[in-house]
């Protein structure tokens, strides 16, 4: 079965430090690749996306993603955390055309002063 | 602005009523989504749909159904409502085929079940 996996359900990191939230996918020939963003008690809303042009993708807020296919990874970075960052991320793959969006379960992002 | 609607924010009711939850989009995407989200589970997808009158059983559909009458609209219907459906309810659209887009999602609608 198709399946996203987030390695790590809880990352925490001190203000300004890099943060690295780690996404691992089952293969697939040309997914379609996204992380999403939630803070608490708020709405999903898109960070960045990947759809087979360049495989560094750059999103909202510094954070950044690559599309490595031989590792079948798209792990988000930022150079320098920020308080407002912590929140839960979701890495989202779409396998194929028509076929659902399959999640991975989350990764909770701390940010310590 | 594009919008995904959910009819209900916040919805208390008691075990083995009925409980429609009312989804409908202005961006006309064929493909559509009822995910839901419970703590350390992430987002489980319970049905969806890709077209009018199309709809897919997704990795949790027991004890929900779907109808797609029209393009827009996509509700979720729990037939008798259980504690274990205590959850919030994302729904979520797309646009079909190859090219994927962005996926919208509403705000959520936060059910209990007492």
């Known amino acids: 079965a198709q399946s996203v996996t987030q390695l790590d359900s809880h990352v925490s990191v001190s203000e300004g430090t890099p943060v690295l939230l780690r996404c691992n996918y089952s293969?697939?020939?040309?997914?379609?690749l996204f992380w999403y963003v939630q803070h608490p008690n708020k709405g999903l809303q898109l960070l960045l996306k990947?759809?087979?042009?360049?495989?560094l993708v750059k999103g909202i807020n510094g954070f950044e993603a690559e599309f490595k296919k031989s590792e079948t990874s798209f792990h988000l970075t930022k150079p320098s955390a920020h308080m407002s960052d912590a929140a839960e991320y979701f890495c989202?793959?779409?396998?194929?055309?028509?076929?659902?969006?399959?999640f991975g379960k989350g990764t909770r992002l701390s940010v310590i002063a | 602005d594009v919008k995904v609607t959910q009819s209900s924010r916040y919805l208390v009711k008691r075990t083995g009523e009925k409980v429609f939850l009312e989804c409908v989009q202005d961006?006309?995407?064929?493909?559509m989504f009822w995910y839901r989200q419970d703590p350390g589970l992430g987002l489980r997808l319970i049905y969806f749909s890709y077209d009018v009158k199309m709809k897919e059983k997704g990795d949790i559909p027991e004890g929900y159904s779907v109808s797609r009458e029209k393009k827009e609209r996509f509700s979720l219907i729990l037939e008798s409502a259980s504690t274990n459906q205590t959850s919030m309810y994302l729904c979520a659209s797309i646009l079909g085929g190859r090219n994927t887009g962005e996926l919208f999602f509403g705000e959520g609608s936060r059910l209990t079940v007492l």
């Open positions: 293969s697939s020939y040309s997914p379609s």
């Open positions: 990947y759809t087979s042009a360049a495989t």
């Open positions: 989202v793959v779409r396998f194929s055309g028509n076929t659902p969006l399959v």
């Open positions: 961006m006309d995407h064929e493909n």
